[in-house]
């Protein structure tokens, strides 16, 4: 069965501060999909990233970065220099290559930037 | 107009009432799926059908139907709502190909009172 741990239930920062939200998952699969969503207060969820797990580069995109490592079994998104416009709730969620698969949710992280 | 359309968008209704959360889309998907979100919870996943003749339970189906009435159509029904069926609906998309993508909708927020 597929499972993923999103540990921190909420995480407050100031302003342009870095930021990293962390992400562990479970599968017996060797072929699988990570991905990250963001969901704003007006609650629709926006994709973020898809990663597949033969894929194990780095990923940036402007102030988002992931880091995913296999040896591990995380795939971890940091956010540099935030902003308000930032806070949000970010979810990690995984699926399994195999055909009759499932899209497994984290319980999200609240992600709160102050000005 | 959206890939994943979901009707109503926000919904309150009366414990013991019948309910019909709606989802069509234009992604030619063959997958679909229903998902609950509660706070701290994330997103369950309640019912998915993988063609218009599959249909399957997913984590938290009790006190829920579905209905594939086409392959761009997947509704979800509360037979007789209670208010712990408060809660953030969802539906997705996605294709059986090699492109492992969802497409969610915009979700429906249902409150029973």
């Known amino acids: 069965a597929q499972k993923v741990t999103q540990a921190q239930t909420e995480i407050s920062v100031v302003e342009k501060e870095d930021v990293t939200l962390d992400c562990v998952y479970e599968t017996r699969d060797t072929t699988y999909y990570l991905f990250w969503y963001k969901q704003p207060p007006s609650g629709e969820l926006v994709f973020l990233i898809r990663r597949n797990s033969f894929d194990e580069q780095n990923e940036i995109s402007g102030r988002y970065s992931w880091n995913f490592q296999k040896s591990t079994s995380s795939f971890n998104f940091t956010i540099t220099a935030s902003q308000v416009v930032d806070s949000a709730v970010y979810f990690c969620?995984?699926?399994?290559?195999?055909?009759?698969?499932?899209?497994?949710f984290g319980k999200g992280t609240m992600l709160l930037v102050s000005p | 107009d959206a890939d994943v359309t979901q009707t109503p968008r926000n919904r309150i209704t009366k414990t013991g009432k019948r309910i019909m959360l709606e989802c069509s889309q234009t992604?030619?998907?063959?997958?679909m799926y229903w998902y609950r979100q509660d706070p701290g919870l994330g997103l369950r996943l309640i019912y998915y059908?993988?063609?218009?003749?599959?249909?399957n339970k997913g984590e938290i189906s009790d006190g829920y139907s579905v209905s594939r009435q086409a392959q761009a159509k997947f509704s979800l029904s509360l037979e007789s709502a209670i208010p712990n069926q408060t809660a953030l609906y969802f539906c997705?998309?996605?294709?059986?190909?090699?492109?492992?993508?969802?497409?969610f909708g915009s979700g429906t927020r249902l409150t029973v009172v």
């Open positions: 997705a998309t996605s294709d059986s190909g090699r492109y492992y993508g969802y497409t």
């Open positions: 059908s993988f063609d218009v003749k599959d249909i």
């Open positions: 969620a995984l699926s399994e290559a195999s055909g009759y698969s499932t899209l497994t």
């Open positions: 992604k030619g998907h063959d997958r």
